[in-house]
């Protein structure tokens, strides 16, 4: 267990791809600042005695008012499409890399600002973050994280008096994120647009030795590696249609090489289930709605795919085919872990052919009647495989009960075909059907007391979010739909 700073075991491997990557930057320091929340799990995670999180020295070093020692703090360049369209430079505007960290296992660690001031690459922008979307970045990567699904992650977060400018005056706020790596699909993209093409294998070799040395022995290494990030970004996305979770802004700036959840800004997990909800106000055409994540997934890996075609083969038409044969791997991935996902949520222990047919008639009746999304499935549970109307409070939730109950005689059906015992079942759906996702007022109460510098509700809702799939007595309104005075909470992109 490491008990002092002094003595990060710090790795910075990154530094070794030489400066055509990132720009040495050192953060800006801060006014005041208070620790908001700390992530002793994660610290132990990473091998950090968690005592450490609250020493004034950790404080100053993660609001980025004393050099990490060992570290050697950069940002890092990368390009993207935006909404569909090319941005040729973006880079870490306000994320700066203190360092990497190589715990125990051999693992490496970025230890990454956000939020902690101005870099080369921050265009007309501050480099700052606020307080509302730190705290909604903090909180969602621990309840991804709890629900099973690859995400980025937070150690620290950090509030100040600095003033910050956006709709109104704000503070400013910044996170330690931790993550394997942030890398994304923008940074091959950075070089490919720029003609740069020397630039990808270095960056390419770099990922497998790093994150995937089990590739690293293969004579298309490159090939492999592109299908494995194909075949992880597809579960990925049918992870987050399982419970709901709507990314908001899905650029390719945004995609992470490993696969992980990256960049919580107008995020949301759905309350009513509408399928085409747009959770980022400002995505006026929709472009991220909820039921295009898995086709905007597909678009994203060809604009990888386009940008590393030079890595496939020297014959251009023949790296075109192999791009093309790659970006079939992500349909199978995202269907078979679709309806893998679903019938686990449904409690079918077999995969059958009419499968499709009861699933889908679930979702269409929550989209019509904009029943909740979670509870509507963690209520599933309680339906029994035999006798009428044996719904329990499912029923309560839904809206077209006529509709309701052909669909629940066809599941029943199902459900005795496979001799199921119910009780069993719902326990295995009790563990994959969560009772406590990050909803938008949650989140939101959470951020207006962090504003007034409480952080007793951070530290309560992660309880819950750790946990998402036990029911805790007493925590029920964190189970229940918004209020309706909470219902219309909208989402910027200003953060
Ligand atoms: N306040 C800011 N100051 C400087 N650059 C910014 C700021 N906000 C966003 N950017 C930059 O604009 C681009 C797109 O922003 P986006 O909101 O996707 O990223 P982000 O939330 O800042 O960071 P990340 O993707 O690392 O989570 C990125 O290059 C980002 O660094």
Redesign the pocket.
């Known amino acids: 267990m490491i008990s002092s700073l002094q003595q990060l075991p710090l790795d910075n491997r990154l530094l070794t791809l030489g400066e055509a990557y990132y720009s040495r930057v050192a953060p800006t320091p801060l006014r005041e600042p208070r620790l908001l929340h700390a992530n002793a799990e994660l610290a132990a995670q990473l091998g950090l005695d968690p005592a450490l999180l609250h020493t004034p020295e950790f404080l100053e070093i993660f609001a980025g008012n004393q050099a990490l020692p060992g570290g050697e703090p950069i940002a890092t360049l990368?390009a993207?499409h935006?909404f569909g369209n090319f941005v040729p430079q973006?880079?870490?505007?306000?994320?700066i890399l203190l360092g990497q960290l190589r715990d125990a296992a051999g693992q490496l660690w970025d230890l990454?600002l956000?939020?902690a001031g101005?870099?080369p690459?921050?265009?007309f922008?501050?480099?700052?973050?606020v307080i509302r979307?730190s705290v909604r970045?903090y909180l969602a990567g621990e309840a991804l994280h709890h629900l099973g699904i690859p995400s980025?992650r937070s150690l620290s977060l950090i509030s100040a008096r600095d003033p910050?400018r956006r709709e109104s005056i704000e503070h400013a706020a910044v996170i330690c994120?931790v993550a394997p790596t942030?890398l994304?699909f923008g940074h091959f993209e950075v070089f490919y647009y720029r003609r740069q093409h020397e630039q990808l294998a270095p960056l390419a070799d770099y990922i497998i030795a790093q994150h995937y040395p089990e590739l690293w022995e293969r004579d298309a290494r490159h090939r492999d590696w592109l299908r494995e990030v194909i075949g992880r970004t597809a579960a990925l996305i049918a992870q987050w249609q399982g419970v709901g979770f709507c990314h908001g802004?899905m650029?390719t700036?945004?995609m992470s090489i490993l696969g992980l959840t990256?960049?919580?800004?107008p995020y949301g997990f759905i309350d009513a289930f509408d399928a085409h909800h747009i959770c980022n106000h400002s995505d006026d055409h929709g472009r991220y709605a909820f039921s295009r994540q898995p086709e905007i997934g597909y678009w994203n890996c060809s604009r990888l795919l386009q940008a590393t075609l030079p890595l496939l083969d020297a014959q251009p038409e023949r790296a075109v085919e192999i791009a093309q044969e790659l970006l079939q791997h992500y349909a199978a991935v995202y269907e078979q872990r679709m309806n893998a996902i679903w019938r686990a949520k449904l409690g079918l222990a077999e995969a059958r052919e009419q499968d499709a047919e009861l699933i889908d008639g679930f979702l269409l009746m929550l989209h019509a009647g904009r029943a909740d999304f979670t509870r509507s499935f963690r209520l599933l549970a309680g339906v029994r495989c035999a006798g009428e109307g044996e719904a329990g409070p499912l029923r309560e939730e839904m809206r077209d009960l006529a509709r309701f109950d052909a669909w629940l005689a066809g599941y029943q059906a199902r459900l005795r075909s496979e001799d199921s015992d119910d009780a069993a079942r719902a326990l295995r759906m009790n563990a994959v059907n969560p009772c406590y996702v990050l909803r938008n007022h949650l989140a939101q109460r959470a951020i207006e007391a962090a504003e007034r510098g409480e952080s007793g509700e951070i530290e309560r809702l992660l309880e819950l979010l750790r946990k998402p799939c036990e029911e805790r007595p007493g925590f029920e309104a964190y189970a229940a739909e918004p209020p309706p005075e909470a219902q219309q909470i909208s989402v910027s992109?200003s953060?």
């Open positions: 990368y993207g935006q973006l880079g870490d505007g306000r994320a990454q956000k939020g101005p870099t690459y921050s265009r922008a501050d480099g700052r973050a979307s970045e980025t910050v994120r942030h994304r802004v650029n700036d945004n990256l960049d919580y800004g992109c953060s």
